[in-house]
């Protein structure tokens, strides 16, 4: 890629080492342009490296973080299939950021790294589960809204030109299509159900719908960075492109669902051809995502206990190992 | 086991949704249809990768559906006794369940999780076959929900050491270490029953219980062989759940009956070999019985601890509040 230069490039290399730079750049580029893969192994420009270390681990922080609003749930669903269902999903999710930590390792950092990262408060999160999960039917909420969001998000991620972020991308797609249709399927039993039920249902559409549209980022315009991850075929469509096309689902969907969206403005566009939706509040986005959400801190502190109360755990299991080794090189 | 079961359909079916141009969040990986007509998005509604048919597993469901043709109709004995062994695994369930979230590493919060759903899996069958023989005459089965959300302390007949509180991460483990070993000696004979439902159940989940028991055990000798403070906490754990051990081998009028008939398992009958296989770990692990004395039990009369009160409270607030309601 043409906008791809050698910015990245320390001054102080060898006349060899610079060589090497510009052929692992010109492979880079040819791969790139050919809409092909990149592998742990290749040289990669510093500043993609760091992009995708970015936005791998964001991408496995909000995993783990995200089954915190569900485990809330675990023990209080309301039937045993409920139970089991979201155990199955809390556990996929738990699943999920282990293979994206895998995915980010793959870049040079250590996953002991990236969770001490998340528990300084250091590395960010999907602001959206700074939210609460106060009733049942947010459980159907996030797997509708939550999920779906990240699923429009995350497919054409399945793509992308990082050969081990692509490929966990497919596995966690297709168990996210099931969570966003098992959600669905809450919603609908609800919106079914005795009126408190679909009242239920409809304030958690209420709450979740605007954070949802909101998964996908800031405006095009205010979203500095899309381009070049655009450029580096990380990214395959924009913000604004994909929260459109999200609407014009949900449009269809919550009919089916006999509830609506809060959102009077949502309308087709017939000369753009796209969906369009009613103005957002970026600044409770940014506050949200700078820890003023109502769940921030909460969060935060319980990933932080769960690791503090389980380091003589991995202590043991690491001191088990260092024995059992030794053990064996003895006899 | 030389034919291949040709029943389960493994076919990952993530392209059917590739010709349907309408909407562009399909690319043959995930999509966000959801299963019904109408509903627009992804077209194809079967287009889901997880469509997996779960092939000729054993679900509750299934067991359900018995029910309601009348083809599965336990005596009230049989009933009380899968009752018992529905209520152990799900009150465990509801207290590995909490660890979700919780655990020392990613990697325990997805084997606590799925020991947490195989034993409610188990719990989720018993319960429904019990359901179909605890309802007055005239009266329709009751269901797993029926019995798991609308019963009172005193009607759960699980045993006090399913009940017992998590405690720390070496007290889980060796709650689930003595309950996997008497699971899996239970299962195993249990796949004899004369009664054809409770033996279908037993065999699959003693599958399950295979891997509890190993993943228990091999957590026994890391933290006992580890450092002296997951040592310490080991020892510690046993110690706090040994009172509860006895209760699972007490014999009773109803275990007794069911098992002269051939369907259940006398309690008593697995206690040698509980002491043998638990104990040969224990050894391997530099451990000794711990010497506590045992509580007098009472849960398989109704008669439990404080703690049961609470984990119910926690379990049926949101069913109780929607009586009659179905989610």
Same mark, same amino acid.
């Given at each position: 890629m043409a906008t791809q230069n050698l910015q990245s490039v320390p001054a102080e290399l060898s006349p060899e080492e610079l060589e090497a730079e510009r052929a692992g750049q010109k492979y880079f580029d040819r791969i790139i342009a050919e809409d092909s893969r990149i592998e742990p192994r290749d040289w990669m420009p510093a500043a993609y490296r760091k992009t995708l270390l970015r936005q791998i681990s964001q991408h496995a922080h909000s995993e783990i973080i995200g089954m915190q609003p569900e485990a809330n749930w675990i023990t209080r669903a309301p039937s045993l299939k409920r139970k089991a269902i979201l155990m199955a999903k809390v556990q996929d999710e738990a699943g999920h950021g282990l293979y994206l930590y895998s995915a980010a390792e793959t870049l040079g950092q250590h996953r002991d790294q990236m969770t001490e990262d998340l528990i300084a408060g250091k590395a960010r999160y999907s602001s959206i589960f700074n939210y609460p999960a106060v009733t049942w039917a947010d459980m159907g909420a996030i797997g509708w809204l939550v999920d779906g969001a990240a699923i429009c998000n995350q497919v054409p991620l399945c793509r992308a030109s990082y050969g081990p972020?692509?490929?966990?991308?497919?596995?966690?797609?297709k168990e996210e299509s099931f969570h966003q249709r098992q959600g669905f399927e809450i919603l609908l039993e609800l919106s079914h159900g005795t009126p408190a039920q679909k009242q239920m249902a409809q304030d958690a559409v209420?709450?979740?719908?605007?954070?949802?549209?909101?998964?996908?980022?800031?405006?095009?315009?205010?979203?500095?960075?899309?381009?070049?991850?655009?450029?580096w075929n990380i990214k395959r469509f924009s913000n604004d492109e994909l929260r459109s096309r999200f609407v014009g689902m949900m449009v269809e969907q919550v009919k089916v669902l006999g509830l609506t969206l809060p959102d009077p403005d949502v309308r087709f566009n017939e000369e753009t051809k796209k969906w369009e939706h009613g103005p957002l509040d970026w600044e409770e986005f940014k506050a949200v995502l700078a820890g003023h959400g109502p769940c921030n801190a909460q969060r935060l502190e319980r990933r932080r206990q769960a690791h503090d109360d389980g380091a003589w755990v991995r202590e043991a299991a690491a001191e088990y190992a260092r024995k059992q080794a030794e053990k064996e090189y003895a006899a | 086991m030389t034919a291949p079961n040709t029943n389960t359909n493994t076919n990952l079916n993530t392209n059917a949704n590739t010709a349907n141009t309408t909407d562009f969040a399909i690319e043959g990986h995930g999509d966000i249809s959801v299963g019904v007509t109408g509903a627009g998005a992804s077209g194809d509604g079967s287009a889901s990768a997880t469509r997996i048919t779960p092939g000729n597993a054993l679900r509750p469901e299934d067991i359900a559906l018995e029910v309601r043709r009348g083809t599965a109709k336990p005596a009230k004995d049989v009933a009380e006794y899968?009752?018992?062994?529905?209520?152990?695994?799900?009150?465990?369930?509801?207290?590995?369940?909490?660890?979700?979230?919780?655990?020392?590493?990613?990697?325990?919060?997805?084997?606590?999780?799925?020991?947490?759903?195989?034993?409610?899996?188990?719990?989720?069958?018993?319960?429904?076959?019990?359901?179909?023989?605890?309802?007055?005459?005239?009266?329709?089965? &009751?269901?797993?929900?029926?019995?798991?959300y609308f019963r009172r302390e005193h009607e759960f007949r699980s045993a006090h050491l399913f009940e017992q509180p998590n405690g720390d991460f070496a007290a889980t483990i060796a709650r689930q270490f003595i309950v996997?070993?008497?699971?899996?000696?239970?299962?195993?004979?249990?796949?004899?029953?004369?009664d054809d439902t409770l033996a279908a159940i037993a065999a699959k989940a003693v599958k399950e219980v295979d891997y509890h028991l190993d993943h228990s055990a091999q957590w026994v000798l890391r933290l006992a062989g580890g450092t002296e403070e997951s040592r310490r906490r080991m020892i510690h754990g046993l110690t706090l759940m040994w009172p509860y051990v006895n209760e699972l081998f007490d014999d009773d009028s109803?275990?007794?009956?069911?098992?002269?008939?051939?369907?259940?398992?006398?309690?008593?009958?697995? &206690?040698?070999?509980?002491?043998?296989?638990?104990?040969?770990?224990?050894t391997e692990a530099g451990l000794e019985t711990p010497n506590v004395p045992q509580s007098?039990?009472?849960?398989?009369?109704?008669?439990?601890?404080?703690?049961?009160?609470?984990?119910?409270?926690?379990?049926?607030?949101?069913?109780?509040?929607?009586?009659?309601?179905?989610?």
């Open positions: 972020y692509g490929r966990a991308m497919v596995r966690i797609c209420n709450r979740w719908y605007a954070p949802a549209l909101m998964m996908f980022g800031p405006p095009d315009e205010d979203s500095p960075n899309s381009k070049q991850s655009m450029a | 899968a009752l018992r062994l529905g209520d152990d695994a799900l009150i465990l369930a509801q207290r590995l369940g909490h660890w979700i979230s919780r655990a020392p590493e990613l990697e325990e919060d997805i084997a606590l999780g799925n020991i947490a759903l195989d034993q409610l899996g188990h719990a989720r069958s018993f319960l429904t076959y019990a359901g179909a023989g605890l309802a007055e005459e005239g009266q329709p089965a &009751k269901t797993e929900d029926d019995l798991a996997s070993n008497y699971q899996h000696l239970l299962y195993s004979r249990l796949t004899q029953s004369a109803l275990t007794t009956r069911l098992a002269d008939a051939g369907v259940a398992v006398l309690p008593s009958s697995l &206690k040698e070999d509980f002491d043998r296989l638990l104990g040969e770990v224990l007098l039990g009472g849960g398989r009369d109704g008669r439990h601890s404080e703690h049961l009160g609470y984990v119910l409270a926690e379990m049926q607030v949101l069913a109780r509040e929607h009586p009659g309601a179905s989610w």
